[in-house]
């Protein structure tokens, strides 16, 4: 038996999502497909903004769009008055698309190419600099109306080494004496309007890293307003904002976390005389990973003198993370929730990899070829990050709301392999 939150239902032993029956859904658009549950990422929207409006009045959230791009996530978030936070040329004409005015997107690209810049200059889309050079480069372009940093607030955190973003080992942000010079320089090229930024790192599910790093960002926002004149109109705290992926983990606690966190922002706000920015955040994860799963079909059913390998459709090339940073998916068989788990094995995917295991040494019931799987917690980073390594297409996507559903992306299919590809001249 498992436990199963919104939008995720046991009935009668089958797995409904938002009132779907997985089954129907993999039935109808075949697997490996990612499902999304718009009514959970509103209430995900919800429930964070009403936590963090309970404290301050001027609070704003940043989708980061590199979690989840589908047009239709996109679309649900900005209707849920969402600004997002896009970290490519990519990212920020999706968000267009979508339907974000060019005021609402922030962009916090690193080792950023000039003609992107000019990209994003063209769009008067703000642009969040991590080093010096792009905002030489940028001012040469045109002097933005709105500069941000984001700034290296020498505390990092994350659920893997991979992501943490922040800290004396990573690429990101700017030192304290580049931002003070940063922002020097974009006030004497006549920029009016500035923020700051961090972003510590990802899936963080204690409030002690995010208070430690935020103390410091608002130390060297005060350095800089002392030293450049600098009034910031907004302090974002960057995303990172952990969900619980294994059973048993605990969620975070927003009512304490939001309340902790503003207590320190307004003290250090009005001892440090920044006045009342904007607070900003820019979650990903914890907007759209638990509204997704991935459901994929058994293949194969393997059992070699040392295990019991359980063969899927999906693999690293679906969901990388995994492979990736040995995350815990946790994976249900959706025909047999009223059944125990009996059995101990790797769920394994498709791809020519040792690498590509889904899950290890998990404890599920006995499953048959031809049983669905549902992978949890693939709303974020899951078709994101996904490929076409070993020239599989890349998965479809449905979206499901309160019993209805529709296919907001196409399977790829083999024609989708040779897109874009030339044979040489010579080899004709
Ligand atoms: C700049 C920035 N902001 C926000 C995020 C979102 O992180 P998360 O999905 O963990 O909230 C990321 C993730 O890499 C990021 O790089």
């Not at 404290?55 to 649900?76: D, E």
């Not at 995010?210 to 926002?221: E, Q, V, Y």
């Not at 040494?361 to 070829?369: F, G, K, S």
């Amino acid at each position: 038996m498992h436990m199963l939150k919104e939008p995720f239902e046991n009935r009668s032993g089958k797995l409904f999502i938002d009132g779907v029956p997985a089954e129907k859904l993999a039935e109808e658009f075949g697997t490996p497909l990612y499902v999304m549950s718009e009514e959970r990422i509103r209430a995900n929207y919800r429930r964070l903004r009403k936590a963090f409006s309970a404290h301050y009045g001027k609070i704003r959230i940043y989708y980061a769009a590199k979690t989840n791009t589908n047009i239709s996530v996109l679309k649900i978030l900005a209707g849920e008055g969402a600004h997002v936070d896009a970290v490519s040329p990519g990212e920020v004409s999706l968000a267009l698309k979508a339907g974000f005015a060019a005021d609402k997107i922030l962009f916090t690209g690193t080792s950023v190419r000039t003609d992107e810049l000019e990209f994003l200059a063209a769009r008067a889309i703000a642009v969040n600099a991590d080093s010096l050079s792009p905002l030489e480069r940028l001012l040469g372009i045109k002097t933005p109306e709105l500069f941000s940093a984001r700034v290296n607030p020498e505390v990092g955190a994350g659920h893997h080494s991979h992501v943490v973003t922040a800290g004396k080992e990573t690429k990101f942000g700017l030192w304290q004496d580049d931002a003070v010079k940063a922002y020097g320089l974009a006030k004497k090229a006549g920029v009016r309007r500035f923020g700051i930024h961090m972003h510590i790192g990802a899936g963080v599910l204690d409030t002690e890293p995010f208070l430690l790093a935020l103390d410091r960002l608002l130390g060297i926002a005060k350095k800089i307003r002392v030293e450049t004149g600098v009034e910031f109109e907004f302090v974002d705290m960057g995303g990172g904002l952990g969900v619980p992926y294994k059973p048993g983990e605990k969620e975070l606690d927003l009512a304490v976390f939001s309340e902790n966190i503003l207590s320190l922002f307004k003290k250090r706000a009005a001892e440090y005389g920044l006045g009342e920015p904007v607070f900003c955040l820019e979650p990903g994860r914890y907007l759209v990973c638990d509204a997704g799963a991935l459901l994929a079909a058994v293949n194969t059913v393997k059992t070699t003198p040392f295990k019991k390998f359980i063969g899927v459709d999906a693999g690293l090339n679906t969901l990388l993370r995994p492979a990736l940073y040995g995350s815990y998916h946790h994976i249900l068989s959706a025909g047999k929730l009223d059944l125990p788990d009996t059995q101990t094995c790797d769920v394994v995917g498709q791809i020519c990899e040792s690498g590509d295991v889904l899950a290890r040494d998990r404890r599920l019931p006995e499953i048959a070829e031809g049983d669905l799987l549902a992978v949890l917690n693939a709303g974020a980073y899951g078709f994101s990050m996904s490929s076409q390594y070993n020239s599989r297409p890349r998965a479809a996507e449905a979206l499901v709301k309160n019993g209805d559903y529709e296919l907001i992306r196409e399977r790829e299919t083999l024609e989708d392999l040779l897109a874009r590809q030339r044979i040489a001249r010579w080899l004709k």
